[in-house]
């Protein structure tokens, strides 16, 4: 989310305090934008790297879940509550009405879509349609959920503007991601001639490494990074 102000810029895990300058309807879209791109270049990526080992296809395809569903997700929010990012992209626009259905709408559709690609993405992990297949698939798409609402709740909580941005901008950017739930519906659909993976298993050196990327998260952006 972008705040803009006279103040330096201020970076957190939940906004960025704008140093101010004449105000463009494309830099609080940037941040849309640049999620969506990222995941599209991981399906790119998971596309060209088939032979890549399951645990990096895996990592692919939370980055393109989580980038995919929030900028298809955020706008949801912004045109209903008129808060965030994208209700300062359609402001002053009229009539408000249609501009903020325009969001919605648009939104909703662009979500399904992504819901479609990571449930044709994920449809390899899955193997078969088993009840012991699906119960795994539900146990790698929930963990990542709620670890994200976790996350995003610890990383804001410093942050300088109070409870108000946690409750209203870092968790609802987070539970954007609830497709990830809901994704075992569309890979039943998405085509079953796909080979299966091998199980991933857990690694103690991906966990450490995790571990210290979120104590940097939230000692390095929990207050804010102050940038002239």
Same mark, same amino acid.
């Given at each position: 989310m972008l705040i803009l102000g006279p103040k330096?810029?201020?970076?957190?895990?939940? @906004?960025?305090?704008?140093?101010?300058?004449?105000?463009?309807?494309?830099?609080?879209?940037?941040?849309?934008?640049?999620?969506a791109s990222v995941g599209l270049i991981a399906l790119l990526c998971l596309r060209v790297l088939k032979l890549a080992a399951p645990i990096w296809r895996y990592f692919l395809v939370l980055a393109a879940a989580f980038n995919l569903f929030l900028a298809a997700g955020y706008p949801a929010y912004s045109g209903v509550?008129?808060?965030?990012?994208? /209700?300062?992209?359609i402001s002053g626009l009229q009539p408000s009405w249609?501009?903020?259905?325009?969001l919605i709408l648009s /939104? $909703? /559709?662009?979500?399904? $879509?992504?819901?479609?690609?990571i449930g044709r993405s994920i449809r390899p992990f899955l193997g078969s349609d088993d009840s012991q297949s699906l119960?795994?698939?539900?146990?790698m798409t929930r963990i990542p959920f709620l670890t994200a609402l976790v996350v995003a709740f610890l990383g804001a909580i410093p942050n300088p503007q109070g409870w108000r941005m946690v409750f209203s901008a870092a968790l609802p950017s987070? $539970?954007?991601?609830?497709?990830?739930?809901?994704?075992?519906? @569309?890979?039943?659909s998405s085509s079953k001639n796909d080979e299966p993976l091998k199980s991933i298993r857990r690694s103690s050196i991906w966990i450490a490494f995790a571990m210290i990327v979120l104590a940097l998260f939230i000692a390095v952006l929990g207050r804010g990074l102050r940038l002239p």
């Open positions: 330096p810029t201020l970076i957190t895990t939940c @906004y960025i305090s704008s140093g101010g300058g004449e105000e463009s309807r494309w830099i609080p879209a940037a941040g849309g934008l640049a999620n509550a008129l808060f965030g990012d994208w /209700a300062a992209v249609l501009w903020r259905g325009v /939104a $909703f /559709a662009t979500y399904y $879509f992504s819901l479609v690609l119960q795994r698939l539900r146990f987070a $539970f954007a991601s609830f497709g990830l739930t809901r994704l075992r519906h @569309y890979a039943l």
